[in-house]
C-alpha cells in the first residue's frame, strides 16, 4: 500500500487571486485529498471525502457536503475553486459538465502558499488524480521535485468482483486491497471463522467466564464486543 503524497509552493499575497482544479478517482468512502495553506501555515481549506461524500472545508465555515450524492465510485470527478476579490467559490464536474456551483460565505483572499494532495496526519488517499491546475498553470504531477510514492497512470483491480468476502459478507473496496463487513458471528477477514456460542445460567445454574491477562494494563489496548440475547 503506497501513500500518495505531492506538495506545491506557489506563494501568493494576500490580495493575490488562486485557483486550483484537479480531477480524482477513488472507491475509498472517507479520505484526505488535498490541503492548502497559507505562508504561516495556516489551513485555509480542505477538500475530503466523508462516507462517500465530497466535503469542503474553510478556515471559518463549517465544512459542508459540495453534492448530496456519494463520489467513491471509481469515476472520475473535477473539482474547481477560485478565490478572487474575496470570493470563494467550489464547483464540481462530472464528464466535463458542471453539476454543481457554490459560493462559500466566507469574504477574503486566501493566499495559499502550500498546496498538499495525499497524506494529512493520519489520513491518506488512495486513488488517481489528473489534469491538475493551480493558477491555470498545468502540474507535471510525475515530475516533481516534492512528490513522493507516486506512480505513473492509473490501473487497478476491483477488489470486489468476485466476492471474497463469505457467508453473505460485505466486501467494502479500498482501492487497493478489500475488507469484509462480516455478519455475526463470523470474523474477518474473509468471512469464514466465526466464534461459538454460549448460554450461560441454562436451568438456573450459576454460571460464569474469567478472563486474565498478565500483561502491563498500560500497554494494553483492546475491543470488548458482546451481543446479550
Request: charged letters at 25%; hydrophobic letters at 40%; aromatic letters at 12%.
Amino acid at each position: 500500500m503506497k501513500v500518495l503524497v505531492i506538495v506545491f509552493k506557489y506563494f501568493s499575497s494576500s490580495l493575490a487571486p488562486y485557483s486550483l482544479k484537479f480531477s480524482f478517482r477513488t472507491a475509498l468512502r472517507s479520505t484526505h485529498i488535498v490541503t492548502a495553506e497559507n505562508i504561516l501555515n495556516q489551513m485555509q481549506f480542505i477538500v475530503e471525502l466523508r462516507d462517500g461524500l465530497l466535503y469542503a472545508n474553510f478556515s471559518t465555515v463549517t465544512a459542508f457536503p459540495v453534492v448530496p450524492f456519494e463520489l467513491n465510485d471509481d469515476r472520475w470527478y473535477t473539482v474547481h475553486i477560485k478565490n478572487a476579490y474575496k470570493r470563494i467559490s467550489v464547483e464540481l464536474y462530472v464528464d466535463d459538465f458542471l453539476v454543481k456551483s457554490y459560493l462559500v460565505d466566507e469574504k477574503k483572499n486566501m493566499g495559499i502558499f502550500w498546496t498538499r494532495f495525499g497524506k494529512d496526519r493520519d489520513v491518506n488517499f488512495r486513488g488517481c488524480l489528473r489534469d491538475v491546475e493551480i493558477n491555470d498553470e498545468a502540474i507535471d504531477l510525475i515530475n516533481s521535485r516534492r512528490s513522493i510514492a507516486i506512480k505513473e497512470g492509473c490501473h487497478r483491480e476491483r477488489q470486489c468482483s468476485p466476492n471474497p468476502c463469505q457467508n453473505n459478507g460485505m466486501c467494502v473496496d479500498e482501492w487497493d486491497a478489500f475488507v469484509c463487513d462480516c455478519i455475526r458471528p463470523f470474523l474477518p477477514p474473509y468471512c469464514i471463522q466465526k466464534l461459538s456460542e454460549v448460554t450461560l445460567g441454562h436451568d438456573n445454574i450459576s454460571s460464569r467466564i474469567e478472563f486474565t491477562t498478565n500483561i502491563d494494563a498500560n500497554l494494553v489496548k483492546f475491543d470488548t464486543d458482546i451481543s446479550l440475547l
